[in-house]
């Protein structure tokens, strides 16, 4: 891998099952790292997908719709809006602090109180 962000790409193809991306059938981890360093992006792996001998050319060729899907699936959108101040945001930071070794049990059967300064 030449750039982190060929993850992606390599994400989109292979497919991911517990994220539910489909990816690319017939193409796995070993295939895909070996295609996006041949061609650099999943974009250039499609646009040569008539290049792509054998099975794995044909379902390039057959799933290009789905490998963008897929690409888009596994991309982490970086800029989405937050609308939580940095004030909120060391307030909870203080309350998980104080509450962490006060937790007896499951969190999910007993919350603690949140301390009255935060």
Do not use: Y
Request: charged share 25%; glycine share 8%; aromatic share 6%.
């Amino acid at each position: 891998m030449q750039d982190p962000k060929q993850v992606i790409d390599i994400l989109g193809m292979w497919g991911d099952a517990v994220d539910n991306i489909p990816g690319i059938p017939g193409v796995g981890e070993k295939t895909a790292k070996k295609l996006i360093k041949e061609f650099g992006s999943m974009e250039n792996v499609l646009a040569n997908a008539e290049n792509i001998k054998g099975k794995v050319g044909e379902n390039i060729k057959n799933n290009k719709e789905q490998a963008l899907l897929s690409k888009k699936l596994a991309t982490i959108i970086l800029d989405a809006p937050v609308d939580v101040s940095d004030e909120d945001l060391l307030k909870a930071g203080k309350a998980v602090v104080w509450a962490a070794p006060h937790w007896s049990g499951s969190w999910f059967l007993r919350r603690p109180a949140h301390p009255k300064d935060c």
